[in-house]
């Protein structure tokens, strides 16, 4: 099984709370006239329908004027919301004419740097008669283009909009700067990749969402959309060495039966005495300390590599990532010498090229990144004892040495994408990562590795981040509430079997299966390896080192739907400073839930917004979800192979929210209350974490902050 929590899905459906500036259409934040038309154009959100936990579907109608979309700037009417990072968005369309032009009105997906004439975009979009074409301006002010005639695809061929068994018809795909233009095969109902095109100047974020215009400016036709939805790119995949105790001894054999999420194969021999070397004993006792209680964790092991010529196991990714940022995160230790010796892990590209090396270089007396260009960056380090390593890469497009290796060792809460320990920009060059080799060579010995986990989410906040600090201090919560709320499980038949004490969320103790890996399914170790190695998009979901929690995983803090618990409770801002923007991440059970979240600023003003998730249940490939502004950080459904056996159960989603701040004043604290109007009758919203960006005028000094 190589499934992946990667490539999540959300389906848009309705959010009503935005800042005071945008105007909500359905799941978009805002709907407006591009450029200088002849007519004002419009955009509603007509209710079709009640999706899952009672949200409302909707099919979005664009009415639009407007010259063209096309040459050096476009008049049309643009329904949008901003979106950060890759992703792909989709959906299903038609179009009324009306007095527009009969051949060249337009309704498409659209990306766009901003929201002038000239912005530089890119369109997946359907003319009068419903042929698909691939469109594009690759800079301000500049003429747009497509790839003419030969890559238009005739209507007929084309999935149609009232079809019963039609998802969406096209589909825009963003990977850096370059975008993929799919349309939905009538025959197949299968996507096909029709064009592929780089658009140097595109920024990030970008506006994305409907754009619509009429070809004959002052004159209106109408687009119309349903499922419309993004998926972005988001992959974790992860080997925590977790195997019930009779799987230990049996070296390569049991690596390949177990253990892991997103990989594209099973561990193979990777050395020239690999075979060998893996016949020994290659599980040891776990290097990571204050892992959980043995009943969760039968197999808390670390796999061993002995040997001297280069011995060792590797293992490909699902697919070769080419670009944007990857983390890897991994504990690890080496006991042979300095001196003529080398181990640790070892990228590799899909041509079998070798680029960066992480763990302790050749002939090194620290832990340090080898195989650079221009020599080994190193920290000082000790690597024979047990080390967290942090690593973030970017992979930036072209030739050269243009991409970046950065590394943390022991990072914590303090640490943000400045303070890395050795490493810097532009200091490698790699094609792309495929296949990542645990090895050593040079000298007798061992060395271990253990809770490797690599993603696309960064697991630090930007440089100047502050977070909101979780610990409960209200005095108006009744003291017999517990201030946090186990995100775990009591023991593993709780994950395996319905029905048993501390199963779900009914009975209030919500253990969920987040950031455990250590459960099992048919002898496979399928959680999330805890501590930052779970921290998605700059979140913490795991600090296994805290002492006061019998678990030693992660809690949050629970709000539900009464008196004792659903506030208000203020937490203050660590450290108080300038901002423009909160980040939450939370998992909600029964329904939808929504925190009315007042800013409490130092001068003494106050500024309402809202935080929200979707419910606990959320699957990409539902059909709609309450809350469509938000990012699904880990699918919540089916994380434990393709048997469902894990369905509707112990295995959340969890959603990230982000909220604006006025950047201009200095936020002192936020208080948290559950709000019944916006949330379902009885959630139980759990709120893991809160952090903020830095104002753009400047960056508010780090200093030491606690989650707890």
Known sequence: MSKSIGSMIFLLAVCLISAPAFAQIGAFSNSMDIGDVGAAGSATAENIGEGDFGAILYEYVIQASGADIWESADEFHFVYMEVEGDFT????????????????????LMARNNLTPGSAYAMSMFRSNMDFIPQWRDEQDTDAASSGDDFIVPADQIADYYGEETTYTAALERRGNTFNYYYVSFE?????????????????????????????????????????????????????????????????????????????????????NSPSALDKKVLEAGLVVNQPDPDINEGGYSLKITGDAGDGIGRVLAEPETAGDIWISFVFQEEGPAVGHWSGMTLYASDGSESSFIGKPYDSEFCG???????????????????HFLVRIDIEPGAGQNDSVYMWINPDETDRLDTYDTGGPHNDEILDIAEFRLRRGGAAGSSYFDNIWISSDAALPPAGAGRVDLTFNDPNRDPAIPVWDVISLDNIVDAINSGETGYGHDNGNNHYLVVTGYVYDGNVARGLPPDRMSGLNGHVFGPYNNADLQQGLKNSVKFMNNE???????????????????????????????????????????????????????????????????????????????????????????????????????????????????????????????WALPADSGQTDVVDWSLF
Not at 95 to 103: D, F, K, P, Q, Y
Not at 370 to 387: A, E
Request: aromatic content about 10%.
């Open 369 to 387: 990144i080898g195989n650079l260009p221009d020599g080994d960056s190193l920290t000082d380090v000790d690597y024979t004892v047990p080390n």
């Open 188 to 272: 197949t109902g299968e996507r096909v990749l029709q064009e592929t095109h780089v658009v140097p100047d595109m920024q990030d974020p970008v506006y994305v969402g409907m754009a619509v215009t009429s070809h004959e400016d002052g004159e209106i036709s109408t687009g119309y959309w349903r499922n419309v939805g993004i998926e972005f790119r988001s992959f974790n995949t992860y080997e925590t060495f977790s195997y019930p105790e009779e799987a230990v001894g049996t070296g390569l054999d049991a690596l390949a039966a177990n253990g892991g999420v997103g990989w594209g194969g099973d561990w193979t021999a990777s050395g020239a």
């Open 89 to 108: 968005i989709f959906g299903r369309t038609d179009i009324e004419v009306g007095s527009g032009n009969a051949e060249w009105a337009k309704s498409g």
């Open 564 to 690: 004792e618990q659903s506030g208000p409770f203020t937490f203050d801002m660590v450290p108080t400073g300038q901002y423009r923007e909160l980040r939450a991440s939370a998992t909600v059970g029964n329904g939808f839930g929504a925190l009315k979240t007042t800013l409490n600023y130092e001068d003494g003003t106050t500024e309402v917004v809202e935080l929200h998730a979707d419910d606990w249940y959320r699957d990409p490939s539902d059909s709609s979800w309450q809350f469509a502004d938000v990012r699904l950080l880990i699918d919540g459904m089916n994380r434990l192979g393709g048997d469902n056996s894990f369905d509707d159960r112990n295995d959340p989603a969890v959603n990230e929210d982000k909220a604006p701040v006025n950047p201009d004043k200095v936020l002192v604290s936020v208080t948290l209350e559950l709000d019944p109007d916006r949330s379902a009758s009885n959630p139980g919203f759990n709120l893991y974490d809160i």
